[in-house]
DNA sequence: TCCGTTTATGAAAAGGATTTCATAAATTTT
DNA sequence: AAAATTTATGAAATCCTTTTCATAAACGGA
């Protein structure tokens, strides 16, 4: 070790940089001026050998070009950096099977944990991960059987709180392009939010007003499209679309039709991504705190570790959503012809 | 060591798993026995501490949430895992100094070299970053001297063609909405293109027609908003942003102002981000391949770090450029009244 | 059968920090 | 001023592998 610029032991520059307290202030200084002078930064291999800190955690991601990747990174990598632990990214390039791949090649890597995002958990996926015997959390995402913890915003709820907002503005005919049917977490579950809340105001389901689509701006688009063509003779004046990205597509779609957002028909995204409110007319949305869910999983993950189990919390912890009111969306005033 | 289960000494395990062939078939099968057993996986701390062999390189980057950043990572990402290599990122979260601490903090995580994403390479910088001992390459920025290997797209002279893409199309009173005059690369570079391309095609320079941002969509807005204040008689009919964000910043301004994009005026950005292809109108902008960026700076660091110099390809390499043409810009006629 | 090779394995060193323990120096107590 | 206590520092052990290096066993050739 090269510190020894400074006349002292190896020992003493640990204590310096560890225990400040225990070493005599013209020894510190001696050593923090060699220290500054050639750079050093103790090497954080043979430091965690010694002191068994946790070295890293793995984080895969379906699709690393999500909108919300930075966000939700942003959140994992502060409390990680908070923790001093290191975080290897995985990125599965939207393809399955490295989705599955991730956790024995990052637990080879010497990750002692993996956080799971947004991914669609199945019951093999969920054995699966059982079977590579490392602590897993979810995040954007929950299990089937809720044996794995889990953070996300309750998509039922902020469905409804979405709809809520639409139906309360005065819209009555209000389509949804949702998730795929398969997708329980952002699928079925947003869906399930948009029925009840149009139940719950006594607004008849019309089968014709829903769509189907990848929350791609491609499928916002096609979903409108589709709407517009199925609507009837009572047209829809607002459309929610359960990400923001699909709810720029259908803009979009109406946009190319001649119809005005939000004159003709309003509209309400999910997520809250920074797009929402870049593009023109900002987006209404349901907000969803990426930050804290990120940084919550991280924490949640590392305790699992700490404390040598698979399962602390088991189940999903729901973090509250709101919903950011924006240009997208207005009262719509019945005719009264 | 615990797989003394197998009555074998510590080398030979460590054999059994690194070079299989050096040992006996029979007691292979006896170790790996035990090691499935017990579920055996070295520790990485040790390991890396031992064999240096850390195949980890790191990536320093001003702000993760630049739009750009997960389409340079995904190139980064692709040639790192072909090479067998780890990538440790380092979000230096806007702030100056968290820039400088990455490198001796990637290096003392094991990274054999750094790529330094996007940020502006100052002479201090660049002695600091001498001084860490581990070989760096630029992307998306150069160094003043020009010593450190660099690519990123010919920043003049894609500033060029996208005014000329303008004036191609009859405009002549072209704003800019340029970088911070500090910024070599992104901000004096691309407002010399401008400039040259307007001399080149005789039209005169005004310096009402220029303002400056920091790359985000506020910061077009603003300058957009500036201009408009300051464009005299003769409004202009264009405007070149230096970002697609502060593009479409610049839209908005335009549209809050009842001004049409592109029938009043025409607007070009640059990236390519996905951004442009999905706000309204669509932005015509100056492509750069980042993917191909990413993976050529991994490769390039890579080469650095086996031959073991710091210098391989002294100076900046530029990679092609394009000009995506799309709804926000349009023929202008001049007013023959 | 004996000797020179090759092969399989173990003992010991190395890698770079932290931590324990012992000791010298400084400080306080009596 | 001597004894007791505290403080600052260094020597050596430790963390867990991998990697020489040495040695014993197995093998082949003459």
Redesign the interface.
């Known amino acids: 070790m090269v510190a020894e610029h400074a006349g002292v032991s190896i020992p003493t520059v640990s204590r310096v940089l560890n225990s400040p307290d225990r070493v005599r202030e013209e020894t510190k200084q001696k050593v923090l001026d060699v220290v500054r002078t050639l750079?050093?930064?103790?090497?954080?291999?043979?430091r965690?050998?010694r002191t068994h800190e946790v070295?890293?955690i793995g984080v895969i991601v379906p699709h690393?070009?999500d909108f919300f990747?930075?966000?939700i990174?942003?959140g994992m990598?502060e409390a990680a950096e908070a923790a001093g632990v290191?975080?290897?990214?995985h990125?599965a390039l939207q393809r399955q099977e490295r989705l599955y791949e991730g956790f024995p090649l990052l637990?080879?890597?010497?990750c002692s944990g993996v956080i799971l995002v947004s991914a669609y958990v199945s019951r093999d996926f969920e054995t699966w991960m059982s079977r590579a015997?490392i602590p897993v959390v979810l995040a954007l995402t929950e299990s089937e059987t809720g044996a794995i913890p889990a953070f996300k915003v309750d998509d039922v709820q902020a469905s409804f709180d979405a709809v809520a907002h639409l139906i309360t503005r005065g819209h009555r005919r209000i389509g949804i392009i949702s998730g795929p049917d398969e997708d329980p977490t952002a699928g079925r579950n947003r869906l399930q939010g948009y029925q009840s809340a149009l139940r719950h105001y006594n607004i008849p389901l019309d089968p014709a007003l829903i769509a189907y689509g990848a929350f791609r701006?491609e499928h916002g688009y096609e979903g409108m499209s589709q709407l517009l063509l199925r609507q009837g003779d009572e047209p829809l004046t607002a459309v929610y679309a359960v990400s923001d990205?699909m709810a720029?597509?259908a803009?979009?779609c109406l946009?190319d039709r001649g119809i005005r957002v939000p004159e003709d028909v309003s509209v309400v995204g999910f997520d809250n991504i920074?797009?929402a409110s870049?593009?023109?007319p900002t987006l209404t949305t349901v907000a969803q705190p990426f930050e804290e869910i990120g940084s919550e999983a991280v924490v949640t993950l590392l305790d699992m570790i700490h404390q040598n189990i698979t399962e602390q919390q088991k189940g999903t912890r729901y973090l509250p959503h709101r919903i950011v009111t924006r240009e997208s969306t207005r009262f719509y005033a019945y005719d009264s012809s």
């Open positions: 750079g050093f930064y103790p090497n954080e291999n043979a965690r050998l070295q890293a690393i070009r990747f930075s966000e990174y942003k990598s290191q975080i290897f990214l990125d637990k080879s890597k010497g015997g701006f990205e720029v597509g803009a979009r946009y920074r797009l870049l593009v023109t």
